[in-house]
């Protein structure tokens, strides 16, 4: 498998329209991508879009990257779950799960952010248990079976969190690096990873604007993003857009993200370097990359970054 094959793309559904989400869809189909997934935060539930995208699409996976389990129990994903999957007529159903943050759990859903990763491997056990057609302990059990398969994967940052992927039986990271040693001895049989994408002709400005997300994972998302970057070498970066942010200097926090903190955790760059890219993920056991374009990204601007790989890979389009 080489180029775009077997890749996927993921698309955020707090700033494009819902219509924009739909036709991107229909598009990264048509260009012969794997999967959509939609993420998740304060915008538009990802089950209805996921629903609408269903029915418009014929062979393309959908996926949620991710939904947190604290804003729905998991017998509300587990009905939204067999829908989704009986629009799908079959295809596969990703569910990419995580604990979300403490700043969104608290502030947005109003829901103690307490003990997350306990809540967490709960939650994939019952889960698990309705989607399978069992009865849970209260003798309730799901009465709209999957059409499907529905395949489980943990957003897990910390090492608690990723001995319950393996319990899920996948791994959606996000910001991985390159030199990560869970790379080495992964925690799930099947890796589904995130990356922060941008296309350009111009490296340095794909590289500029996945520094910006990367200024406010590490300086305004909670401490686990941070976290992830110190363990992985970036301690003086942390500290540095920390503090700038910590300043109010966004510009200067943005700037402190250095080239080869986004060239490990990131896809960046011309077409050509981003292809190179997923080759080299690939070699490391990364099953699935998805391709997460960057926030602020247009509709119109998407579908050209996923032209231009796809033309990039040696796979013209018919149009």
Not at 24 to 47: I, K, M, Q, S
Not at 95 to 101: E, V
Not at 165 to 183: C, K, N, T
Not at 221 to 248: C, I, K, M, P, Q
């Amino acid at each position: 498998m080489s180029g775009t094959e077997g890749v996927s793309v993921a698309l955020g559904t707090d700033s494009l329209l819902r219509t924009e989400l739909v036709a991107l869809a229909v598009r990264a189909e048509e260009l012969g991508f794997r999967g959509v997934w939609l993420t998740e935060a304060t915008g538009r539930d990802v089950f209805g879009v996921l629903t609408e995208i269903a029915v418009r699409t014929e062979r393309i996976e959908l996926g949620t990257g991710i939904v947190n389990v604290f804003g729905r129990s998991a017998a509300t994903l587990a009905q939204s779950a067999a829908g989704l999957s009986e629009a799908l007529g079959g295809r596969p159903l990703n569910l990419g799960l995580g604990t979300s943050g403490r700043a969104l759990v608290e502030g947005f859903h109003d829901v103690p952010f307490d003990r997350p990763v306990t809540r967490l491997a709960t939650y994939i056990r019952t889960l698990r248990a309705l989607l399978a057609g069992d009865r849970l302990r209260s003798g309730f059990r799901l009465a709209v079976a999957p059409n499907g398969p529905v395949h489980l994967l943990v957003a897990g940052l910390t090492p608690a969190s990723r001995r319950v992927a393996a319990e899920a039986g996948g791994w959606l990271p996000i910001w991985l690096d390159e030199l990560d040693p869970a790379l080495a001895d992964p925690p799930a049989p099947r890796i589904a990873a995130f990356h922060y994408t941008a296309v350009d002709t111009d490296p340095a400005v794909a590289r500029d604007a996945v520094r910006n997300s990367a200024a406010w994972y590490i300086a305004a998302n909670g401490s686990a993003y941070a976290n992830l970057f110190r363990r992985n070498g970036f301690d003086d970066e942390v500290d540095l857009v920390t503090a700038r942010w910590v300043e109010r200097d966004r510009a200067g926090a943005r700037a402190a993200v250095s080239d080869d903190l986004i060239d490990r955790t990131a896809l960046a760059g011309t077409a050509a370097g981003v292809v190179d890219g997923l080759a080299r993920r690939r070699s490391l056991g990364i099953d699935e990359p998805v391709l997460r374009f960057v926030d602020g990204a247009g509709a119109e601007q998407i579908a050209g970054m996923m032209r231009a790989l796809v033309v990039q890979a040696g796979r013209e389009p018919d149009r």
